[in-house]
């Protein structure tokens, strides 16, 4: 299973691997990660890779390999579509953070990139950011995509969140989970 997560800076995309690659890991998998941070803490783009299988022997995908394209931001998704497979899925958080080249005026934020992702990709998206707040913490809405996104990378639902209260901040336990719950239920 190739799985990628792409986000910006401060969305909890180096948090949202680490669940992953623990939950394969508790099920008994071969389980490689790799994190490209790149300009991670002044809000650029974030990568990360989290590959499980039998037996796996890198933790970087290829384009078109990937099986779910995880996105925290609708930008991101237009920017690394090609990764996934013909048959893959897609998640989106459906925000929009803009780039500093849009931020000074260099560039423009592409227009209608849900729609656009649509026609070509099985594309499931959720605004986490609204759910986030709904439960009194935007900082969780990675852990609602993480929610949605579980459902088609596999595991138990118990697995999922017993990986999850083991990772995140013992303070932050009882909202992660029911992050995870609302995003699960999506």
């Known amino acids: 299973m190739n799985i990628m997560i792409v986000g910006v800076g ?3 995309t180096l948090l949202t691997s680490r669940i992953i690659g623990k939950t394969a890991l508790a099920g008994g998998y071969d389980v490689k990660l790799s994190e490209v941070h790149g300009m991670a803490q002044r809000g650029g783009s974030v990568v ?3 590959r499980f299988g039998e037996k796996v022997f890198e933790p970087v995908c290829e384009e078109g390999t990937v099986d779910v394209l995880i996105s925290f931001e609708r930008l991101e998704a237009l920017r690394y579509a090609h990764f996934l497979k013909p048959n893959g899925v897609m998640i989106v958080n459906d925000t929009r953070i803009d780039p500093m080249t849009v931020v000074i005026g260099a560039a423009k934020y592409p227009e ?3 729609e656009y992702l649509e026609k070509t990709h099985k594309l499931h ?3 986490a950011g609204k759910i986030a707040k709904e439960l009194g913490n935007s900082k969780v809405l990675n852990t609602v995509v993480l929610g949605l996104a579980a459902k088609y990378i596999g595991f138990d639902k118990d697995a999922w969140v017993s990986v999850l209260q083991a990772t995140v901040p013992p ?3 009882e909202i992660n989970t029911k ?3 609302k995003g699960y239920e999506a």
Request: glycine residues 12%; aromatic residues 12%.
């Open 125 to 127: 998206k959720i605004d």
């Open 48 to 50: 990360t890779f989290v």
């Open 179 to 181: 992050a995870f719950e």
């Open 10 to 12: 401060g969305q909890g």
């Open 112 to 114: 209608n990139i849900i």
């Open 171 to 173: 303070k932050t336990i």
